[in-house]
């Protein structure tokens, strides 16, 4: 199977989808993924490189000690998550081990989308600007809401305190500058359905099929 895009029909997108913690990137996704779109999400393949027994699980319980498993013996990712949330040591520690691991995964479930004959990937990756991830793909659309409404939506979400949310979307580049670096902007502090209204305009502007 061809590897190299000069190899390959060019006709196919590789749609960045990013945003910050809670501005509404799932939300999107979804739809998208309604609409029979084809989408690789990083926070799940996060998931899949550190199961019990992955290369990457091992060396985060080195790293970061037994505390930090859960009685199952997974990881207990809300121990792991207060952790890495309040030491950016520990949280660049962390992104060290996984990172290279769910870069990999999700190079690898591309290929194979696009080996299938898949016309327009989108790749929903919270860190994209954070992890400079811009070679991956061809366009980025960052889903954008004010600080107060993100802070708003994750302790809602996720039940945290404010200071647990603002630890969070302290961790992260500001929504602000990621509008800066998207070729496009979804404004998602309004309704669901007005953010879905700006995705479909874009999508027909870039003439991208599902
Ligand atoms: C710390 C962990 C165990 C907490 O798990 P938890 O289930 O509470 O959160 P989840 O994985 O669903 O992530 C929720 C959101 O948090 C943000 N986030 C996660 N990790 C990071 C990080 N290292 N730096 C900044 N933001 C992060 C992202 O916006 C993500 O969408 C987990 O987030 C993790 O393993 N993070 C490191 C891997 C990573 O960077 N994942 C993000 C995408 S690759
Ligand atoms: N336009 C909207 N109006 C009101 N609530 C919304 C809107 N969009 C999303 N939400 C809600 O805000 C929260 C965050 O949205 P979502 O889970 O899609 O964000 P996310 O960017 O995928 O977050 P994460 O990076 O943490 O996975 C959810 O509870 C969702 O239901």
Redesign the pocket.
Known sequence: MPALREERDCSFMIIGLT????????????WLKEQQYTVIDA?ISARTVVEPGKPAFNQIIKTFGQDILSAEGGLDRAKLGAVIFNDEDKRKQLNEIVHPAVRADMLAQKEQLLNAGKQTIIM?I?LLFESKLQWMVDKIIV?F?EAETQKE??M???QYTEEEAQARISSQLSLAEKAKQGDAVIN?????E??IEQLIKLLKEWKAKP
């Not at 945003?19 to 979804?30: E, F, P, Q």
């Not at 998602?188 to 669901?192: A, L, P, S, V």
């Open positions: 945003g910050g913690i809670a501005s509404g990137k799932s939300t999107v996704a979804n926070d929903d919270p889903v809401v939506r994750l809602k979400r996720n998602n502090g309004g309704t669901i007005e953010s």
